[in-house]
């Protein structure tokens, strides 16, 4: 018999959604072998640990929940080393930028529909592995400013039905006017690419690379992720006014500017401490001396449409 693992979160504010369309929908379903896998009140990594003890060859796995539950199920799967697991992504978010880069699927076209190779970033910090994210990875301004949306305040309106890219957008205004223009959020650091060659990141405010298709719903990004090799990446200093209206007006209404790349290694001065963000999950990291960037080893079978 088939097994279906069902990654999902009971605190998530859309879980009434997930059980009524997802989990009662599944009950009973004939020629599966159906198995849940609650998300902890942890973080990515402990619960990516446990989903890849559970996982088996051949399993199908469906994330039903955000950009958060989508990257536990992502990194279970890279961590397992099983063969041909399979995921699906149901997005019950607030941006669900996996899903909109998986495309809007329904649970019958998960549970029908055949998985094609896609390639998630790798990140490597002071030479270890840190995380798989599928559609980006940002150090800097960008990974801090993901802490406005857990204010209760911009989580309840973005629960009512807020969900437009210009109420984001000024959410993130708003909290740059406030309180961070005249931050650094980087030390200075050397970026270098597969050749070696390394040029200075002065004054830089963050660091981008972009697999998806889109970055907080509101920004452009590409098709990366069927590459094996390329993905985009960016740097700016996006605490200067006219530099980051200028990116977030590109990066809204064309793309995210930037240069493509097959490997980016962030080299800095000296260890230091800054904040990392992965599908919109942060994380305050010490002592980093070196950020390396690139694909995956291994492909992740997803179902896409």
Not at 55 to 79: H, R
Not at 110 to 134: D, F, S
């Amino acid at each position: 018999m088939k097994r279906l693992i069902l990654v999902y979160n009971p605190r998530s504010s859309h879980y009434l959604h997930v059980k009524e369309e997802v989990i009662d929908k599944l009950r009973g379903l004939k020629g599966w072998m159906l198995g849940k896998f609650e998300v902890a009140d942890t973080d990515v990594d402990d619960n990516a640990h446990r989903l890849a003890k559970i996982l088996m060859d051949d399993d199908l796995v469906i994330a039903a929940g955000g950009d958060g539950t989508a990257n536990i199920a992502i990194n279970g799967i890279m961590l397992s080393n099983r063969e041909n697991v399979r995921i699906g992504v149901l997005g019950y978010g607030n941006f669900n930028d996996t899903a909109r880069t998986f495309g809007k699927l329904s649970l019958e076209e998960i549970l029908t529909g055949k998985a094609q190779e896609v390639w998630p970033l790798e990140c490597k910090i002071n030479e270890k592995h840190w995380r798989y994210g599928m559609c980006y990875f940002t150090i800097g301004m960008f990974a801090e400013a993901c802490a406005v949306f857990d204010h209760p305040k911009t989580r309840k309106a973005l629960q009512k039905g807020k969900k437009r890219i210009f109420f984001s957008l000024s959410v993130l205004v708003h909290w740059w006017l406030k309180q961070h223009r005249k931050h650094r959020f980087m030390p200075d650091f050397s970026l270098g690419d597969k050749n070696g060659d390394f040029l200075p990141s002065n004054k830089a405010s963050d660091y981008m690379a972009i697999n998806g298709k889109s970055v907080a719903k509101m920004m452009r990004g590409g098709n990366y992720y069927l590459s094996k090799d390329d993905f985009l990446s960016c740097t700016g200093r996006m605490n200067r006014f006219w530099h980051l209206a200028s990116m977030m007006l590109r990066s809204v209404f064309k793309r995210i500017p930037g240069k493509e790349s097959t490997y980016d290694c962030l080299v800095f001065r000296r260890p230091s401490k800054m904040m990392f963000q992965a599908e919109g999950e942060y994380k305050m990291i010490s002592d980093v001396s070196k950020v390396e960037i690139q694909k995956s080893k291994k492909p992740l079978l997803a179902i896409i449409k």
